[in-house]
């Protein structure tokens, strides 16, 4: 599965825009993650990580699904007023 | 449990009617309670002593004196706030700011506060308190911190989003990037490019209550918070961390709110309400003092942007590209990066780039100013685009509607849109009248767009059923923007009861479970969400009471328009049990009746609005009127229509004051000047017109009832509506938020008119 990275997170993944991981949920998705970029571990714990898969940004629904052919996108988890 | 959250295009009886709001004779009559409205008996008068410096360290902190004052009850400092934290991360930079440590890093930052048990006494103890500061070097402009040389406001802070990562510090702490396709090619592809640099300053929210609190920590620990909030499940969680409390020990009661537009979703004075109260063994009552909110809560940035985008002859924008510097204050934070995944969200672009750069300075603290860092960004792109339709001589209408984003656009900040509503805001700006009304001298229209994410988050809410068939319906988020008013109506709709039949209340934090805080445009989407599934819970429990009452099987049964209803020839005697019926029979059916629902909302559905303004502008003061103003916004669905064109109005009415006059002074010294309501002026009645509004509806996929949130989009649009109204009206671009008379003559000097 491509996912997609935005902003610092691609810092935090060598510089890389996309990379390839196999998951099925969020939470899958995050444990892999930080299992290969342990860098991603200071965006966790600086505020969070969002995933938005087709096109819907999800931000604490850590057992959501990720149909097969979804785009996933990873975004910094963001607030607002 | 999981429910399907899928848009069902339901037919309503009671959302969407205009009921009256069930906290207004309260709040006309004075009844209700505000956060500087409790009290509690021997409570002490709290107060701050706060740096007259930019940028100091605390040499020598002496409070001896001040203890040893008749009437003085605790003194605390830094010392009495241990850090938990390991010196590191947002935590412990909320307790850096709350009192400062080795150093000050801003006018009005807190060195140390008091207890008393009166205001005299507790100002005497303020001026008996001793503090030596050795000054630093400062810097509050946002492109001066960026430039080489700047006084380092926080040597811990390494630019984030590098690779690899800086070993020097920086006032940049964080660069972010967005974008698809390339630039370069893009703007090759152009025949048209305007590049464009602006400003905007730094302006406060401006709620009319300041923050104030009431705090009670007993000597077993157990605690009470009153406190004016956007979130008091959130308050509770950082009050508990910083000083070491147990969750459960900390009860947090939210007043009524006087504004907060984000600046209430932080913690500024509570930590240390407690603090003194826990060292005093007394209650502690702290409120700020105007100058105290504007010097030392959390204003919104001041911004320097660049900003490039190309277009083909024929209104094909083939590349955009925006330079983000966003002023922080003194603490790291994400606000340039917002601004960057915003800037160019409203279009359907090929090849664009936004770069944001988070930049410290020796300011306070910035936090959120609803639809947080987006207005200043929209501000320099839709002046941008406007100027681009100009050059190519196309309607700046059009050339939006060409460029919109739609279904299965990809936004500038990655993936890909599903059912947006940004092109119906623009044909609805297209054909309303506003458009095609006669302009006089020197005045002048313009337009624009924006765009806002919108959130849900953790949201549960109670149902108890009263045996009169009353209903008391418990939230946890605050009522900043008609939660009650909107819970109730979707309680009663479900129900099938009049909206008078419910009473809603907000619940302290020891009632319910956590609630994410009123922020983010999220109050009527996770809370609507919760009261809707709620209510169906409470629905399957009245069937099986009925069922009981009537000794039928519950399959038999079925609820509509407030009543069980029992199905099938065999049951055709039994006339309808209404809810008040089941309700006064519940003592002995089971109990009480109750529906209770805990939810996770996400998927809250992106929001967009299309502004249209007009202005007349003096060229000899350089005054600027607003004549006309019109929010056009898609709500999903309005649940109570008075409220969402409160919003909208409300959103307008701030950005009016920022691109006008709202502005932030400091002084060479680093010193705020302005910190009052007499030299920073926000908007009265009397300059503002009637902003018209036209709610549009498109239903929220991710929504039963379709709902998106409202209360943000509405401050995008405003300051690049203004702005390009009053460049038509002058003849000439401005450049520079506030776009205050003294700028405006200015701009007409320099270009000769």
Known sequence: MKVSLSGVLRAAAGGAEDIEIEATTIRD????????????????????????????????????????????????RLAGG | MDHDTSFTNQTFKTVGTRVNRPDGVDKVTGRARYGADATAPGQLVGLFLRSPHAHAKITKLDVSKAEKIKGVKAVITSADLPDRFGGKG????????????????????????????DHATARKALKA????YEVLPHVTDVDEAMAPGAPVVNENVFTSGMDPR????????????????????????????????FKTEQTHQGYIEPHACLASVGPDGSADLWVTTQGHFTFRTMCSALLGMDMAKLKVTSSEIGGGFGGK???????????LSRKANRPVKVVMTRDEVFRATGPTCSTSMDIKIGAKRDGTITA????????????????????AMTSFACYDLKNCKSVGYDVLCNRPKVAAYRAPSAPMAAFGVESVVDMVAAEIGMDPVEFRIKNAAKEGTRASYGPTYGPIGIGPTLEAVKNHPHMKAPLGPNQGRGMACGFWFNFGGQTCVDINIGTDGTINLTLGTVDVGGARASMS????EELGIPYEQVKANVADTSTLGHNDTTEGSRGTFSSGMATIFAAREAITELKSRAAKMWGIPVEAVEWSEGSATAVGDEHSNLADLSLAEIAAASPGTGGPIAGHNEVVADGAGVSFASHICDVEVDPETGGTKVLRYTVVQDAGKAIHPDYVEGQFQGGAAQGIGWALNEEYIYGDDGRLQNAGFLDYRIPVCSDLPFIDTEILEIPNPNHPYGIRGVGETSIVPPLAAIGNAVSNAAGVRMDHVPMSPPRILKALDDAGQ
């Not at chain 2, 947002?90 to 048990?117: K, P």
């Not at chain 2, 979703?265 to 603090?275: D, G, M, N, R, S």
Request: aromatic share 8%; glycine share 8%; with cysteine.
């Open chain 1, 29 to 76: 998705l995050m444990d892999r993650l930080l299992d290969r970029y342990p860098a991603m571990q200071e965006h966790v714990a600086d505020g969070g990580i969002a995933v938005s898969i087709d096109g819907q940004i999800y931000r604490d629904t850590l057992g959501q699904p990720i149909p097969e052919g979804a785009e996933v996108f990873l975004l910094p």
């Open chain 2, 90 to 117: 947002g935590q412990y930079d909320t307790l850096v700011n709350c009192m400062a440590r080795d150093r000050v890093l801003y006018d009005g930052h807190a060195v140390a506060a008091v207890a008393a048990i």
């Open chain 2, 129 to 132: 308190i001793k503090v030596s």
């Open chain 2, 166 to 197: 800086p070993t020097k510090p920086s006032n940049v702490s964080r660069i972010s990037t967005f974008g698809h396709g390339d630039v370069d090619v893009g703007f090759a592809e152009a025949d048209v490019i305007i590049e464009k640099s």
């Open chain 2, 265 to 275: 979703t932080h913690v500024w004075v509570e930590p240390i309400a407690l603090a």
């Open chain 2, 320 to 339: 955009a590209q925006s330079i983000l510097r966003y002023q922080n204050g003194a603490f790291p934070a994400t606000w340039a990066m917002m601004g």
């Open chain 2, 489 to 492: 109506l979707i309680c009663a």
